[in-house]
């Protein structure tokens, strides 16, 4: 049995596609369809129902994608073990990261790695659908490690690690009826119209969890998926937005007040799969994460 049939099987019941799967693989497709029908005779069983819409698991195939993935992780394993002998990292390393994440300096952090571990390709990428997208991709084996906002209990599969935390406040354009409010609670914003980011999103999840314990309901009228870009939306009036003080700039046509009597701290953290040992360069970059935090308190600063 080749560990090629295997990768190949494993990348197109991931993508449900023999398409996406040779696109991810740098392959054509008839190459990744050659390789999976070899392996099914053999197994001697089918292993994927093809139709012109869907491409879905057999049982059989159910059964040897968890197996699959344990052996191309033994192998790759076996390959980090030689590597270090050999006194340098090699392979590709595929990183999920947030949208416009200025807590962690990651140009930084990626140039300090790859001088020091030239032979490792890295894969940047990020999801549309914000922690959430990023947390099943590293479910299903396409990402190693991703920076992400979960707030509370991780995802089953997922291990997370903590990296800051940041306060989330109550953003208004100037000259807001609330600006010069003593003390605000969530019971008084349940009429306003809110700038917010889609559901799956950390800071998202953060006010949705706030707003369900306090019983207000509220409205989110324009969603975002750049955190840097909602301070703006605010300014130009349309809504008011709950945002981590890091994301809001200092200017004289924002107000920042403090939600009372809300949890509503932002967190952020590093996650790698629970069930997959992180690779020799995975975790060669998790050593060197928090070499390159920026606290929320030195972001204002230095604004």
Same mark, same amino acid.
């Given at each position: 049995? /080749?560990?090629?049939?295997?990768?190949?099987?494993?990348?197109?019941?991931?993508?449900?596609?023999?398409?996406?799967?040779?696109?991810?693989?740098?392959?054509?497709?008839? =190459?990744?369809?050659?390789?999976?029908?070899?392996?099914?005779? /053999?197994?001697?069983?089918?292993?994927?129902?093809?139709?012109?819409?869907?491409?879905?698991?057999?049982?059989? =195939?159910?059964?040897?994608?968890?197996?699959?993935?344990?052996?191309?992780?033994?192998?790759?394993?076996?390959?980090?073990?030689?590597?270090?002998?050999?006194?340098?990292?090699?392979?590709?390393?595929?990183?999920?990261?947030?949208?416009?994440?200025?807590?962690?300096?990651?140009?930084?952090?990626?140039?300090?790695?790859?001088?020091?571990?030239?032979?490792?390709?890295?894969?940047?990428?990020?999801?549309?659908?914000?922690?959430?997208?990023?947390?099943?991709?590293?479910?299903?084996?396409?990402?190693?490690?991703?920076?992400?906002?979960?707030?509370?209990?991780?995802?089953?599969?997922?291990?997370?690690?903590?990296?800051?935390?940041?306060?989330?406040?109550?953003?208004?354009?100037?000259?807001?009826?609330?600006? =010069?409010?003593?003390?605000?609670?969530?019971?008084?914003?349940?009429? /306003?119209?809110?700038?917010?980011?889609?559901?799956?999103?950390?800071?998202?999840?953060?006010?949705?969890?706030?707003?369900?314990?306090?019983?207000?309901?509220?409205?989110?009228?324009?969603?975002?998926?750049?955190?840097?870009?909602?301070?703006?939306?605010?300014?130009?009036?349309?809504?008011?937005?709950?945002?981590?003080?890091?994301?809001?700039?200092?200017?004289?046509?924002?107000?920042?007040?403090?939600?009372?009597?809300?949890?509503?701290?932002?967190?952020?953290?590093?996650?790698?799969?629970?069930?997959?040992?992180?690779?020799?360069?995975?975790?060669?970059?998790?050593?060197?994460?928090?070499?390159?935090?920026?606290?929320? =308190?030195?972001?204002?600063?230095?604004?």
């Amino acid at each position: 049995m /080749e560990l090629r049939h295997l990768a190949y099987f494993v990348a197109v019941a991931e993508e449900a596609s023999f398409t996406r799967a040779a696109a991810r693989l740098h392959v054509v497709q008839s =190459g990744v369809s050659a390789a999976v029908k070899a392996l099914e005779r /053999e197994l001697d069983a089918p292993l994927l129902e093809r139709t012109s819409k869907r491409v879905a698991l057999t049982d059989a =195939g159910t059964a040897l994608l968890p197996r699959a993935r344990a052996a191309l992780d033994a192998a790759r394993a076996a390959r980090d073990a030689v590597d270090e002998v050999r006194g340098g990292l090699r392979g590709t390393l595929r990183i999920g990261t947030l949208t416009s994440i200025a807590l962690v300096d990651l140009p930084a952090l990626l140039g300090r790695f790859h001088r020091t571990h030239p032979d490792v390709t890295l894969q940047l990428t990020v999801s549309t659908r914000g922690s959430g997208g990023l947390v099943d991709a590293l479910g299903d084996g396409t990402l190693d490690l991703a920076l992400v906002s979960v707030p509370g209990r991780p995802p089953a599969g997922v291990r997370i690690r903590p990296l800051l935390r940041s306060p989330m406040e109550l953003v208004l354009p100037a000259g807001h009826r609330l600006a =010069g409010a003593p003390v605000i609670r969530i019971p008084g914003l349940a009429d /306003e119209q809110f700038v917010d980011f889609p559901i799956g999103y950390g800071n998202r999840t953060v006010v949705d969890r706030a707003f369900a314990a306090a019983g207000v309901e509220r409205q989110v009228t324009l969603e975002v998926i750049d955190i840097s870009t909602g301070a703006g939306f605010v300014r130009h009036g349309l809504g008011v937005a709950i945002l981590p003080r890091f994301a809001v700039p200092d200017e004289a046509d924002l107000v920042v007040r403090p939600v009372a009597d809300a949890d509503l701290d932002w967190p952020l953290g590093v996650a790698t799969s629970a069930v997959r040992a992180p690779s020799a360069a995975a975790r060669a970059l998790l050593a060197m994460i928090d070499d390159h935090l920026r606290p929320p =308190g030195a972001l204002r600063d230095a604004g």
